[in-house]
C-alpha cells in the first residue's frame, strides 16, 4: 500500500539558520507533490506544488526538490524566523477522484 | 480570496448524539472533502463528493455518512457519537484539475464526544 514519512521527531532550529523537512514515500508514482504549512488548531494552507518533471521549485525563502527515483522531497526554509514555526505537511496526487495522500506532518519549531 | 467555513469551531457532544458538521466554500469547487486528524495519524479521509448528491468513501467512512444537496455545501453526519470519534474534523474544497488538485481547508471542528 501507499506510505508517506515523513519525521514525527520535532526539528528544532536556530533562527536564520536553513530548516530542511523530508517527505518520503513508497509504492506511489506521484505526478505532483504538495507542501502545507498548519498551524495548532487551524486548517492546513498550501504553499508549494512540484511536478514530477521538475527537480527544484522556489517561492520567496522556500525550496522544493522532487527526486522520483529516490521517492523523496526535500522542503527548505532558508533565513528562518520564529513565525516559520509550524506544522508542514507534504501531499502526493493525484489520487482517484482528484485526493491527495497526506503524510503526518513535521513540526519545524524555530528559536530566537 | 478563497473561502471554506466550518459551522462550528468547537463542538461537545454526548454518546449517542446525531452530530451534523457542516462545511460551505465560496470558489464554485466541484471536489468537497471531509478529514479527520488525531495526533500521529495525520489526515485521515472520511468521504469526499466530487459533484452534487455524489459521494465516495474514502479511507474511514464507518460510523460517517454526508450530504451534498448543493454544490458550496458538504455536511458530515455522525449517527451515534462515540467517545472515539472525538477529534479534529477538517474540510477542504478543490477545483478538479487533475493537474494540481490544491486544497483549500476550512478552520477545523474540534469535537468531543462525552
Known amino acids: 500500500s501507499q506510505k508517506i514519512e515523513q519525521n514525527s521527531e520535532a526539528l528544532n532550529i536556530q533562527e536564520g539558520k536553513t530548516a530542511t523537512l523530508t517527505c518520503n514515500y513508497t509504492?506511489?508514482?506521484?505526478?505532483?507533490l504538495q507542501w502545507y504549512r498548519q498551524d495548532p488548531g487551524r486548517g492546513p494552507v498550501f504553499l508549494l506544488l512540484?511536478?514530477?518533471?521538475?527537480k527544484e521549485k522556489r517561492k520567496e525563502r522556500l525550496k522544493v526538490t522532487f527526486d522520483t527515483t529516490l521517492k523523496q522531497s526535500l522542503f527548505h526554509i532558508t533565513a528562518s524566523q520564529p513565525a516559520d514555526s509550524a506544522t508542514y505537511l507534504c501531499?502526493?496526487?493525484?489520487?482517484?477522484?482528484?485526493?491527495?495522500?497526506f503524510g503526518t506532518g513535521t513540526q519545524l519549531k524555530v528559536e530566537l | 480570496d478563497v473561502k471554506v467555513t466550518q459551522s462550528s469551531r468547537y463542538l461537545v457532544k454526548r454518546t449517542g448524539e446525531k452530530v451534523f458538521l457542516e462545511c460551505v466554500q465560496d470558489?464554485?469547487?466541484?471536489?468537497m472533502f471531509w478529514y479527520r486528524q488525531d495526533p500521529g495519524l495525520g489526515l485521515r479521509l472520511i468521504y469526499f463528493?466530487?459533484?452534487?448528491?455524489?459521494?465516495e468513501k474514502g479511507d474511514i467512512p464507518e460510523g460517517y455518512s454526508v450530504s451534498r444537496e448543493k454544490k458550496e455545501r458538504f455536511s458530515l453526519i455522525l449517527e451515534s457519537a462515540s467517545t472515539n470519534q472525538t477529534s479534529m474534523y477538517l474540510c477542504?474544497?478543490?477545483?478538479?484539475?487533475?493537474?494540481?488538485?490544491?486544497?483549500?481547508f476550512g478552520p477545523g471542528t474540534r469535537l468531543t464526544v462525552l
Open positions: 512540484i511536478r514530477e518533471n521538475e
Open positions: 501531499a502526493l496526487g493525484p489520487g482517484g477522484g482528484n485526493k491527495l495522500t
Open positions: 463528493s466530487y459533484d452534487v448528491k455524489m459521494k
Open positions: 470558489m464554485d469547487h466541484e471536489n
Open positions: 477542504a474544497s478543490s477545483f478538479p484539475s487533475g493537474h494540481t488538485d490544491t486544497q483549500y
Open positions: 509504492n506511489y508514482s506521484p505526478a505532483y
